[in-house]
């Protein structure tokens, strides 16, 4: 037998596939239950995959937008300050713009400084995943502004009863006893121009007579360095007490360091402080939330009686961005050198010169060290 018989004989020669009157070619139960589940599990890792980063990327946006009602703005909707970016991207008019509109566009500046990575995600992403994003973003911002007036509740109260020593001591956990019901909160609340010891003036406001309405309007106490106003000067102290300087440490740094207001900062990390300082709006928020922590209104809101929240935000935006001249610019600037020294401790590095650096422990050491090389040199 040759070989080529030999090899034609353990051929096993299968006959041609045929297809059923329904164009369909048998297979393996067994094979297809196979397959299917394979296709099912690469569907179940895509899916496990999209997930995991669709939470992440909730994780982010949410972390991220706690910086928004501190930074940014207490009251403006994202969508507001975007459309006034795009409308003025749209307008090649230059024409003039509104407060309102200046105000919008100075928000969306901050926001886009805040966030940097903010400005380009929303050229990238498709109008579902914007709105997402900035749903979240919300989500974020308003969890934010939840913690802080929450952590101002209790702190404030340990604070007034700390530093006033009231008859009656304000409660954390109890806010219809504090407002203008309560003499010390009364007097921190009260408008600049009134004196808060006259009787007269202290009655007109419990009651809410037409003589002593309290709304957005004036500038309240507790603002003012030692809570002491000068009448004839009501810029002087004004956004200088400690009870804001307390409320912003306890939100920006720790609640811890917040029990040492009286001094200058310690300086820790300050390169970093002093350039998130810089932001006007830190300081508007916390203005804002020792407002509400002082006042009897329980729940967060935009008004309160004859008060406008919002309105006494914008007062204070206004405060810093829209001064009426070089002048005034010069004593926002040293006011924002005043809390940035204040918060985050003086910076003298600049008073380091070489001649200075040179008497100092390190450069007298590796002096020290150079001559003990010489020497060894000349001995040998």
Known sequence: MSVSDTSDSNVHVRAPVVPDSSGVIPTSAD????????????????????????????????????????????????????????????????????????????????????????????????????????????????????????????????????????????????????????????????????????????????????????SENSWPLFLYESYVVNPNDLEQGLFKSKILVQAFKAIFTSPSSAREADGDGDGADILENSRRARWQLNQVKVKTCVHFALSSVTSWRTIDGDFDYEIFWNNIVDFFEAVPGPAAQRRVTKLLEWWTRKVFGRRHWEDLTPEVVSKMSVTALADQRLAQEDAAFDSD
């Open 31 to 214: 094979a297809r239950a196979k397959r299917r589940i394979a296709a099912l599990e690469e569907e179940l890792d895509t899916l496990r995959q999209e997930k995991g980063t669709k939470q992440r990327s909730t994780i982010f946006y949410v972390a991220q937008g706690r910086a928004i009602r501190r930074m940014v703005a207490l009251y403006t909707s994202l969508e507001d300050l975007i459309a006034e970016n795009d409308r003025r991207c749209e307008d090649d008019s230059e024409s003039e713009s509104n407060s309102i509109q200046d105000r919008l566009q100075q928000g969306y500046i901050a926001f886009a400084q805040a966030l940097p990575w903010m400005h380009d995600r929303l050229t990238q992403l498709d109008i579902d995943n914007a709105e997402d994003m900035l749903k979240k973003l919300k989500r974020g911002a308003d969890a934010a502004r939840g913690d802080d007036t929450s952590t101002l509740k209790d702190l404030v109260a340990s604070w007034v009863n700390q530093d006033f020593r009231p008859s009656c001591l304000l409660k954390s956990d109890d806010k219809h006893s504090r407002g203008f019901v309560h003499d010390t909160c009364g007097k921190l609340l009260c408008p600049a121009e009134w004196d808060w010891n006259n009787d007269h003036v202290k009655a007109g406001i419990r009651d809410r007579t037409l003589d002593f309405i309290v």
